[in-house]
Structures are given as structure tokens and as C-alpha cells.
């Protein structure tokens, strides 16, 4: 059993992570050597999940992104992505400190964990069913640790989709759409979101608006389980 990744700016949380040269996908790992050759001191590993273990809200994004949490080891951390994340984080009160886009920056999350559906950096972002399949037990084993969560943030369909599958609901009957709310089986909420992704943000698909609608839901969810 490993642990959760830890930076100076994170709290850590007992839990399976593959480990670093996981082959469980064999084009995902062929293309983590890929880039190594040309960049061999970034992370290019499997991105643990980062937050706090007390966590009430989860944050559940697609994968690492190449120039992001491949090249820093955490998530949302040196990309545009992790920037409106993160920003958001800030302006709900769910994290502390100073972001730099950096993973030795001073923020901590307090109230929320930040997970992935794919650990590896997919090419052109696009994991395969099988990948999403071979990360699901790591994504579900650690949202089952979180003791305080009740809320659940999918960022985008294949976030959604796997988690719909891992807790055995069916997608006929909970299909992704941007603020859509699904109970699952332990009472807890699936709240969908259109990714924060560059090119959602850029092209209009997803605004600052659209994303606080998102997480003032998701707090007032909470609130109302307290």
C-alpha cells in the first residue's frame, strides 16, 4: 500500500496508487517513455490524488495533462486548467495560500480532494474504455476513504462515466449534461460540470459563471447534509 502524493503544500491520505512505472495500460506507458526521452526530469508517472482527507467535496477530472500534472506530479498544477481550478478553490474557500501553478507553491485544499478518472497522461487527451476501466478501482477505493465526502464534482463524460459505472448505476438513466445532479446508491451526489479545459474556457462551452454555478451547488448540497 502506497500513499497519496504529498508536497510541502498538500495533506496526504492512506490509499492504493498504481506505482510509477505501471504497464497496466501498455500505450499509456509507452508514451509516458515517450516523452521522457525528451523531457526526463518532469514527473511523467501516474498523478496521485491531492487534498485533504477530510474532504466533504471531490473534484474528479479526466487525466494529467501533458504540460500540467504530467510535468508537475499534481493535479491541475501548471496548466490553464489547473488555473480556473484553482481560482475557484480560492473563491469558495476550499483552498489556502498562494497558487503558482507550481507544486511547491503554499496551497492546501481544506474541504476538497482533487482525483483524476486516468492517472497517465493519455495521447491527445483521449483515453481509451479499457484505460478509464484499469484506473476506475483507484478512483473508487480512494473516494470510498473519504470519510466526510457527500458531494461528487465530475468534470466532464468520461469523468462522469466512469463514476456512474463504478458505483453501478446504469448511464441510460444518469446521462452527463453540465449541472446535472445524480444520487448514488450511498446517498451521495454526482454533480456534473463541463471541464474547465482551455479549450471549453476559450471557446465559451464553459465560463467563470457556469463553473460557480457548479461549486455554489455543490456547497449548498453540502450545507444541506449538515
Not at 510541502?8 to 517513455?33: F, M, N, T, V
Not at 508537475?72 to 483552498?95: H, Y
Not at 503554499?106 to 482525483?115: C, E, N, P, S
Amino acid at each position: 500500500m502506497s500513499m497519496l502524493h504529498k508536497s510541502p503544500s498538500s495533506q496526504s491520505l492512506p490509499g492504493i496508487e498504481p506505482r510509477p512505472g505501471c504497464h497496466k495500460c501498455s500505450r499509456l506507458a509507452a508514451y509516458r517513455r515517450e516523452i521522457a526521452r525528451e523531457f526526463p526530469h518532469w514527473h511523467g508517472a501516474p498523478v496521485p490524488a491531492w487534498g485533504d482527507p477530510e474532504a466533504r467535496l471531490a473534484v474528479v477530472g479526466l487525466a494529467p495533462g501533458k504540460h500540467g500534472a504530467h510535468r508537475t506530479g499534481r493535479p491541475f498544477t501548471g496548466d490553464q486548467s489547473g488555473e480556473v481550478l484553482f481560482a475557484t478553490l480560492d473563491r469558495f474557500a476550499l483552498s489556502r495560500g498562494s497558487f503558482a501553478n507550481d507544486p511547491d507553491d503554499d496551497v492546501t485544499l481544506h474541504g476538497a480532494m482533487i482525483l483524476n478518472a486516468v492517472k497517465c497522461l493519455p495521447p491527445e487527451n483521449r483515453p481509451t474504455g479499457a484505460e478509464v476501466n484499469n484506473c476506475r478501482p483507484y478512483l473508487m477505493r480512494q473516494l470510498s476513504m473519504l470519510p466526510n465526502l457527500r458531494v461528487i464534482i465530475a468534470l466532464g463524460k468520461v469523468a462522469h462515466d466512469s463514476l456512474v459505472r463504478g458505483f453501478g448505476m446504469r448511464l441510460a438513466e444518469h446521462r452527463f449534461a453540465h449541472l446535472a445532479e445524480h444520487q448514488v446508491p450511498d446517498g451521495r451526489i454526482l454533480l456534473d460540470s463541463y471541464h474547465c479545459s482551455r479549450y471549453n474556457m476559450n471557446t465559451g462551452r464553459l465560463t467563470t459563471e457556469m463553473f460557480n454555478a457548479v461549486f455554489a451547488r455543490a456547497l449548498q448540497l453540502n450545507e444541506a447534509d449538515m
